[in-house]
């Protein structure tokens, strides 16, 4: 009798049931068959591969993965144990008859076990080295994995034995190991796009090539981490296996082939496992499926980590390397929530019964958690929208009062956690809560009305905001002449709140911005500068300068950074170390409204371009991470402030956009402990910041009629800084006059040490002016220099026209400041020209030696009646004839040559001028009366 008479009978089914019991087939339908664990023996699996199916009539199974074995009842019999003749004689039985007198049947030998060492090495004849230059050798180069994964490429195209294509030449092959490090399995993937894919009628991955299967990727050293990774994704697993190398994070690493596949449980017994997968139903399914397979396999702790925005770890790695990766996944791990069986497999087992078509208790299915969580946002009022950038919020109510949210972020997560556990009693899963968060970006975006928001502080059709940053969520509203507190709901800016950002004081009438001389240890110009910076950084309204303070050791450098910071905008990221990249210094100011770098030993060129941008606003692009065709845009514009000991301000563009202040040393019987300076600090601060207001509230009232006659540089900050000045601590003109001698100050302070502005200088001094082409003055200045002839040039200095052209119209600010004129004077055939000359008279302001930084009663100085009481800076002009005294200020309000001022009476001398600046012999006879820290 023929073999396939013998099977003709014989339910699988039933058959299965009798090798293995029972319970074994519980899932399995006489009738259509079904999944099931593989029954056979030694097959110690927790999950359902193992397919029992009708084919042509005909009783078949499978096994997916593993082996790949399958066949029919007679198979299943071999690999129980049963011989040739065994097998025969009890499918006979089965199907009630008999074999004697049947005469001899052709026996069928046993299938061999496969091996898929012997068959990986098959396979290598289809493969070649992978270059660098390939592109799958470009893929594996941005995820860090060219050189590192055990990868190689197609030689040729391949098919399927009928002529289907199933890769062709240049895939990706990469082979998969298992824990033991032996071969298992060999992965294919196209490349291409997915256009290129459908068109050729390929698929992105083969999972099984020559019968390997589709096993888990283990990762090198399998065995050796104190914790165990499973992610979905074999090249996914093999992206968080490099980037945990390079971040030291001690995991074993398994990618499976999908959210299908199945991981190997050697090894998981005691160890704590994480899990990651798509966020899609599949990998809700996979989440499910193998966290139950781990915690059966007596997982210490099954972790399941929060999903990613978009994408997965190969977009995340390839767009930003295996580094930036390791650090998310760091932060993955930390927060990663607790799988608990209990009521997941709850909620698992009711869906699943509601979806099976036998299910007769007539209960209808419960909806998804992430869809349950967005019907109690709806239902607790909350609103989505967006604002002029763009970008997703949530506004819920807390407490009575509105708090706004920026999605995706802690505090909106936290409120999504808060909202599901009031109304289930139980967390929301990670999977669920970034489905919602995602939902609801997408909402906001398309739905949601559009709102201004902003960080701390704005200004919004004529009147600034200031949010307190306190628990009650109010602000102060300023305007034309006042200032006012009001609640959240009267706010028309909905201000976010960054992780870090801590309250301000409630600000206090009747304060006096004098009173802040006690906190600096600068004098009377030093003073002017840091509170016009102040000024100008709460009134909203851009551009910023950047506050650049500078002194030795000891004069309290980082405390008066801080005591200018905290009046505006505290935050537990005072003092800020400086930035890698610009990247980098764009996202703190999304986080902050005041940037405060501490202790700086230079400024490169890189960071002194990117704080000219944030200073006169401007963005950062960048590819949108996931993505192959869209943009981030990082838009800020900030104040800044920065300390250092040397000068910080060595680029020209950088430093006109500065105020720059100097801080002297501190005598030693000054000092004051840190506690008792900061609780002096604190019961002042709400005097200032209303006094502070209060001259806001001036200068918006003024600024529409306040014109410049000869605006300088950061022309709008100038002209706001001259309309508060009614309510600011110095006389009117004041400001102009001190910010003048400082940017001549600090032009000077930039051309110190440039050979070609030094060499400039020294050309125009021997002759009146200078006409000519560029390449006539480098040899011109070549030849007044010695070089090349009598010794070498510095590093620094041109060696080309055009190289000397790029240095002329960089220091052509600086040397117009201090008098010498570089004029373009266009093109002709021999190149550009350039005319330089000296002026004789200065364009700026100019002032006369500094006064004592600290004034006492018997020598007044600047100090004059108006708001002496706390020490205020007083800088007035003189009237013709009056002696001011040793330690006076003389500050020219306008073009008055430096001849009439000494007509005047006046000791005046312009920059550069010995008689501008006092000797140390004067400086040492005045003393700062200033209480810091403890240095």
């Avoid at 196209?190 to 999972?207: K, M, S």
């Avoid at 005294?885 to 009439?900: C, D, F, K, Q, R």
Wanted: with cysteine.
């Amino acid at each position: 009798m023929k073999l396939r008479d013998l099977q003709a009978d014989v339910n699988l089914p039933d058959l299965i049931a009798e090798l293995a019991g029972g319970e074994a087939v519980h899932r399995l339908s006489r009738e259509r068959g079904g999944e099931m664990c593989d029954p056979r023996p030694a097959c110690e699996e927790r999950h359902e591969s193992f397919s029992v199916y009708l084919k042509g009539g005909a009783w078949k199974w499978k096994r997916h993965g593993g082996d790949e074995a399958g066949g029919t009842a007679y198979d299943l019999l071999l690999h129980f144990g049963y011989s040739d003749e065994q097998a025969r004689e009890k499918l006979a039985q089965l199907a009630g008859m008999s074999l004697s007198g049947q005469g001899s049947v052709k026996s069928r030998p046993a299938p061999a076990p496969r091996d898929p060492l012997a068959e990986a090495r098959r396979a290598a004849a289809l493969l070649a080295p992978i270059q660098a230059s390939d592109p799958a050798g470009v893929n594996l180069a941005a995820l860090g994995l060219l050189g590192w994964l055990d990868a190689n490429k197609i030689r040729r195209d391949f098919t399927a034995p009928d002529g289907r294509l199933l890769a062709w030449a240049g895939a990706l092959a990469f082979m998969v190991r298992g824990p033991d490090g032996q071969p298992c399995g060999l992965k294919v993937r196209n490349t291409g796009t997915a256009e290129e894919l459908q068109a050729a009628g390929l698929a992105r991955y083969v999972y099984r090539i020559g019968g390997h299967g589709a096993p888990a990727w283990c990762s090198p050293g399998y065995g050796q981490g104190k914790a165990l990774l499973i992610v979905e994704g074999e090249l996914n697993g093999a992206a968080a296996a490099r980037a945990a190398e390079v971040v030291g994070l001690g995991l074993d690493v398994q990618g499976m082939a999908g959210a299908g596949g199945t991981p190997f449980l050697e090894g998981v017994a005691g160890r704590p496992v994480y899990l990651y997968a798509d966020p899609d139903d599949a990998g809700t399914a996979c989440l499910e499926r193998v966290a139950a397979l781990v915690r059966a396999a007596d997982a210490a702790e099954v972790r399941i980590l929060a999903p990613l925005v978009s994408g997965d770890f190969c977009d995340l790695a390839g767009s930003d390397g295996p580094a930036a990766l390791g650090a998310r996944l760091l932060d993955l791990i930390a927060g990663a929530a607790v799988w608990e069986p209990t009521a997941a497999s709850s909620a698992a087992q009711a869906e699943g019964a509601a979806a099976r078509p036998d299910n007769e208790d007539g209960k209808e299915k419960r909806s998804s958690a992430s869809s349950r969580v967005m019907e109690y946002v709806k239902a607790d009022g909350a609103e989505l929208w967006h604002d002029q950038g763009g970008a997703a919020y949530l506004t819920a109510t807390t407490s009575g009062h509105r708090e706004h949210y920026r999605l995706p972020s802690t505090p909106a997560r936290d409120y999504l956690q808060a909202l599901y556990y009031a109304r289930e009693q139980r967390a929301l899963n990670a999977q669920a809560q970034g489905e919602a968060v995602a939902l609801m970006q997408a909402l906001a975006r398309r739905e949601g009305p559009e709102h201004r928001t902003a960080v701390r502080v704005t200004h919004l059709d004529g009147c600034t905001y200031l949010d307190l940053g306190r628990p009650d969520w109010k602000a102060v509203e300023v305007g034309r002449g006042y200032w006012k507190i009001i609640g959240p709901h009267d706010c028309p800016v909905r201000f976010t709140r960054p992780g870090g950002l801590l309250p301000l004081p409630t600000p206090e009438n009747g304060g006096n911005l004098g009173e802040l001389r006690e906190f600096l240890n600068t004098d009377d110009r030093g003073f002017v500068m840091v509170v016009a910076w102040l000024l100008g950084a709460v009134s909203g309204l851009s551009p910023y300068p950047v506050l650049a303070l500078s002194g030795e050791q000891g004069t309290g450098k980082s405390t008066a950074a801080s005591v200018a910071r905290n009046l505006l905008d505290p935050h537990e990221a005072d003092r800020r170390r400086t930035p890698k990249e610009e990247r980098d210094l764009f996202i703190a100011a999304l986080a902050a409204h005041v940037l405060s770098y501490d202790n700086i030993s230079s400024i490169p060129g890189c960071l002194s371009d990117a704080l000219c941008v944030l200073s006169t606003g401007g963005a950062f692009t960048a590819r949108t991470l996931y993505s192959d065709g869209e943009e981030t845009i990082l838009k800020a514009v900030r104040p800044v402030i920065v300390n250092g000991i040397p000068d910080l301000l060595a680029r020209p563009d950088l430093a006109e956009r500065a105020l720059t202040v100097t801080l002297y040393r501190i005598a030693p019987h000054k000092r004051t402990p840190e506690k008792v300076f900061w609780a002096r600090y604190e019961r002042a601060r709400p005097r200032l910041l209303g006094a502070l207001l209060t001259a806001l509230a001036e200068g918006l009232r003024h600024l529409d009629s306040t014109h410049l006659e000869h605006a300088p540089r950061l022309a709008d900050f100038a002209r706001l800084i001259v309309a508060a000045e009614s309510a600011l601590p110095w006389e009117p003109g004041a400001f102009l006059a001190a910010y003048g001698q400082m940017q001549s100050e600090a032009a000077g302070t930039v051309l110190d040490g440039e050979p070609v502005a030094e060499a400039l200088r020294a050309l125009v001094d021997d002759g009146a002016e200078w006409l000519g082409t560029v390449k006539a003055l480098l040899l011109t200045l070549n030849e007044q220099e010695g070089y090349p002839d009598d010794h070498r040039p510095p590093q620094s200095w041109p060696r080309t026209p055009r190289a000397l052209g790029g240095s002329l119209r960089r220091l052509a600010p600086a040397l117009s400041k201090t008098g010498y004129m570089v004029t373009p004077e266009g093109r002709s055939r021999d190149g550009e020209r350039y005319r330089l000359a000296k002026e004789l008279e200065s364009t700026f302001t100019t002032c006369t030696t500094y006064t004592d930084p600290r004034p006492d009663d018997k020598n007044v100085g600047v100090l004059g009646e108006k708001q002496r009481t706390h020490g205020a800076a007083n800088v007035h002009t003189p009237e013709p004839g009056v002696n001011i005294g040793p330690a006076g200020v003389y500050i020219e309000t306008s073009e008055v040559h430096l001849e009439n001022a000494v007509q005047h009476g006046v000791s005046v001398g312009g920059v550069g001028d010995a008689r501008s600046a006092p000797s140390l012999g004067d400086r040492a006879n005045v003393e700062p009366s200033w209480d810091g820290e403890e240095l």
